[in-house]
């Protein structure tokens, strides 16, 4: 049998230990004590595996294709945020979606947004100014990640919808940006009864799930119904209106009209149904900025705890972007993002360093054999290098814990050093061809890897380049106390002490000097 920790509960097992704790310390202790393969405890002392070696994960999210399923509570929760689209569904299903959501993700598509990325980070530079202006002192204190959400926002409605939501303005819309933010990660520590529910929902039929999903009173549930509510509305109206203007031979290149225009050239066979493009709208608005302003506000308190990172990066931004050059019709050429070398290796050590999903959980379909990249020693004392899972079994990736690896990442895996990136060390070391972007598990690999990797990519890098050019981002009191926490979806920054605030990054914010050697 495969190692691990012994369980403190037969009723908890230990989940309290891995959904209760800071997001990914679990997986860190039991890496070190275990290794890459790890048997724990789910409810009622159902076994469980938290695995983060490189072939068996590559095996279970590439050659096995959808052998292993998602999880019928994620499914359900997928269904009550964002109705049953991409993120709900799965096998033939998420095959047939996922050929018609394509087109709008490609390489050429989201370079044509760089003027939209642009424009919404110069807006946070906008309003950050005037504080910092109208402040007694050279330095404010500010929840970045509020600002980055709105910039977010309105990233998605102009690229994805070719809406104006306009998140900084009073006259804009702030109505919809207070309904839908947070809504994937609006939670403290979720308490030990709502973890048993969840984990004891496998043995619950599910239609029962969903009705109690659509009529619970309970305040969260109907905050998320309301919020779906809301954007199926918006949805229904822009499906018509996009709909008449490719009709009409016009349209956009947005990226919603792009998936309309997609599923009207498909045969009848992989059509998406109305109801499948309003969840596509609801996965892109309501997690979508989520998922880009959290990553970005943790990379820039990564650069507020490590100065002289931050100067570097500002040098190359001001480098880069120092001489203007005009296009044709006058207006200037954007930087190209892809050749600014330390801003890309800061930006996947971020994405490395802190995975805004930090594990995935699926079940197995039937019984598979695992292979393993590095043999591992049972509790008998046996050596093995693949191990049977048997159907039914809950496997949890632990996107963290890989990401730490140190066989992969280096004996320094645990710090935050962007040089990793540029020194040639982890040249021989990225094999295992997992991830889209770098080896890295961030944005998923395999069948399932996120379509808009490209998408949150370009928006990380024109916030970072837009701010961290203009702006020094300094450590504060509450900003020690940030911990990470295993949110509804994905991972939030709370302050330790602070939780029932919800979701905070407060950083000390002041204009850069024009010196910036540290």
Known sequence: MVRGPKSPSFIYGNLLEVFQRPAGEADFRWQNLYGRVIRFKGVFGEDRLMISDPRAVHKILHTSDYTYCKLQTSRVISRLLNGKGITWSDGDIHKR???????????????????????????????????????????????????????????IGQAAFDVQFDTFSLAGSPGCSSNLTPVATSSVLPPANQIFFQAAAMYVPVWILEWIT?????????????????????????????????????????????????????????????????????????????????????????????????????????????????????????????????????IKEGLRFHPIASSVQRIASRDDILPLSKPIRTESGAVIDEMLVPKGTQVMISIAAYNRDTDIWGQDAHDFNPD???????????????????????????????????????????????????????????????????????????????????????????????????
Not at 106 to 120: L, N, R, V, W
Not at 236 to 246: N, P
Not at 247 to 257: A, E, M, P, S, V
Not at 470 to 498: C, N, Q, Y
């Open 97 to 155: 979606q996922k050929s018609i959501m394509l087109p709008g993700f490609g390489p050429k598509e989201t370079k044509e947004f760089s003027p939209i990325f642009k424009q919404c980070a110069e807006s946070i530079t906008t309003e950050w100014l005037e504080t910092i202006g109208n402040s007694n002192d050279e330095r404010v204190i500010l929840n970045v990640l509020d600002w980055l959400s709105r910039g977010a926002l309105d990233i």
């Open 214 to 346: 659509d009529h619970s009173p309970h305040p969260r549930l109907v905050r998320a119904r309301n919020a779906k509510i809301m954007v199926t509305e918006v949805a229904r109206q822009l499906v018509r209106e996009k709909a008449d203007a490719l009709l009409q031979g016009k349209g956009n290149r947005d990226i919603f009209t792009l998936l309309v225009k997609a599923n009207m050239d498909a045969n009848a066979k992989h059509k998406l149904s109305d109801e499948e493009l309003y969840a596509q709208m609801r996965a892109l608005l309501i997690t979508g900025h989520e998922t880009t302003a959290n990553t970005t506000s943790f990379i820039l308190l990564e650069l507020a705890r490590h100065p002289k990172v931050q100067s570097s990066l500002r040098d190359e931004i001001r480098k880069t972007t120092g001489t203007v050059i005009l296009q044709a019709n006058g207006e200037p050429h954007l930087p190209n993002f892809d050749a600014m070398l330390y801003l890309n290796a800061v």
């Open 420 to 518: 990793r990136w540029l020194d040639g060390t982890l040249d021989k070391k990225l094999s295992a061809g997992l991830g889209v972007l770098a080896n890295l598990l961030t944005f998923g690999s395999g069948t399932r890897a996120c379509l808009a990797w490209r998408f949150a990519l370009m928006e990380i890098q024109a916030f970072l380049v837009e701010l961290v050019g203009k702006f020094e981002f300094t450590m504060t009191d509450k900003a020690e106390r940030i911990v990470r926490e295993s949110a509804t979806l994905i991972m939030a920054p709370m302050v330790d002490g602070e939780r029932d605030r919800g979701m905070q990054m407060p950083l000390a914010v002041s204009l850069a000097s024009q010196d910036t050697t540290i």
